[in-house]
DNA sequence: GCAGATACTTACCAAATAGTCTGTACTAGA
DNA sequence: TCTAGTACAGACTATTTGGTAAGTATCTGC
């Protein structure tokens, strides 16, 4: 395969951002360096192999770095990188329609898990 | 569950743009309604049940609406709702990111199938 | 009559994704 | 000594997601 021919740019987007958490992630970085055990409370839900998992694959991107302290017990942070920020950027104003709309959203999720029971 | 408290904005825009083809769905739709077969051509190696499938749920999310010219052969369209065009508005930076990056994005992910080769 | 096109639906299967649980190495504190 | 906490790794399982291939109904064109 290797095909890197995107037929828009948001098919790039999707390639770095895709994973159920990492779009989170990368926006709760956002607000300055976090230690694992910060995450994984700001992430709601998320378990710890699927962040650990993620952060692993956002630094190989190059989206994000692992900054070990190197002591013991282990202290270790995740910061953006430009290339991150530059993604938490445009991700912002997502974020923002997200907030805007959360009433109409809520109601299309749970009218979603009523018709599920129903069935 | 019908867990409906979403911790930032962000996980209201997944809560209705996960699924791999849906922001490409709304961000062809963006331009103009689009019978099922052009999304079929748009959005590149998908499939037709899963371009279908996820059709159903955005119109059923009110995010595009269904129009059936009620001919036969059957003639379908779709068109983004009001709801659906304010997303595919914020959808449109992130499309500028993937552009603008396009070429790192390439290499990212063809360094990732490199690795994979490796393994 | 038969292929081909339309927009789907369904059954079945494969793969990706996510979750649980256990384990590691080391320290601090009771 | 026993427990808890740190940041992970790995095995195993479950769920979700996606893909393939077939079938439906009806019309047009050959």
Redesign the interface.
């Known amino acids: 395969?290797?095909e890197?021919n995107?037929?828009?740019?948001?098919?790039?987007?999707?390639?770095?951002l895709g994973g159920?958490w990492k779009?989170?992630i990368v926006?709760h970085l956002a607000s300055g360096p976090k230690r694992t055990g910060q995450l994984r409370r700001?992430v709601?839900n998320v378990s710890e192999k699927m962040l650990i998992q993620h952060l692993k694959e956002l630094a190989?991107?190059?989206v994000l770095r692992r900054v070990d302290f190197q002591t013991v017990p282990p202290h270790v942070e995740y910061e953006l990188t430009g290339?991150g920020r530059?993604?938490a950027?445009?991700?912002a104003?997502?974020?923002?329609?997200?907030?805007?709309?959360?009433a109409?959203?809520?109601m299309?999720?749970?009218r979603?898990?009523h018709e599920a029971t129903m069935a």
Do not use: N
Request: glycine fraction near 6%.
């Open positions: 395969m290797t890197t995107f037929q828009c740019g948001l098919e790039a987007v999707l390639a770095i159920k779009p989170l926006y700001l709601t190989e991107d190059g290339f530059s993604l950027d445009v991700l104003p997502l974020c923002q329609w997200g907030t805007l709309h959360i109409e959203v809520a299309i999720v749970q979603r898990s």
